[in-house]
């Protein structure tokens, strides 16, 4: 089993930057494939970035060179660092994890899923 606790997330206005954070808790071995996740209004949630305990990642189109997903193995914690912040990028952001596997950005890849947080970016 493992426990993720994501950090709170933020009102901002466009171009700003935002870092998220999840921790991870429980079963050391059970989040070698993390990743990143944001739930729209009005929309299914969608994956955002990944990451496996070798360092590949993985991203959406629409965020690649603005948003970096990364881990500190040594605080268990999973980081997203969001730059050049738009605001169709609006949604509840929710980290996740599983044991092992692909590195893939499917909801349904996922055994384990934080609370969620919300990033509100305005114009």
């Known amino acids: 089993q493992v426990q993720l606790v994501g950090s709170v997330g933020g009102s901002l206005q466009a171009a700003g930057s935002l870092r998220l954070s999840c921790v991870a808790s429980?079963?050391?071995?059970?989040?070698?494939?993390m990743g990143w996740f944001l739930h729209a209004p009005g929309k299914e949630r969608e994956g955002v970035a990944g990451?496996?305990?070798?360092?590949?990642?993985t991203y959406r189109d629409s965020v690649k060179g603005r948003f970096t997903i990364s881990t500190d193995n040594a605080k268990n914690t999973l980081y997203l660092q969001m730059n050049s912040l738009k605001p169709e990028d609006t949604a509840m952001y929710y980290c996740?994890?599983?044991?092992?596997?692909?590195?893939?950005?499917?909801?349904?890849?996922?055994?384990?899923w934080g609370q969620g947080t919300q990033v509100t970016v305005s114009s």
């Open positions: 996740a994890a599983r044991k092992r596997g692909l590195l893939l950005l499917s909801q349904s890849w996922y055994n384990y």
């Open positions: 429980g079963d050391p071995y059970a989040h070698d494939v």
């Open positions: 990451i496996n305990s070798g360092g590949s990642t």
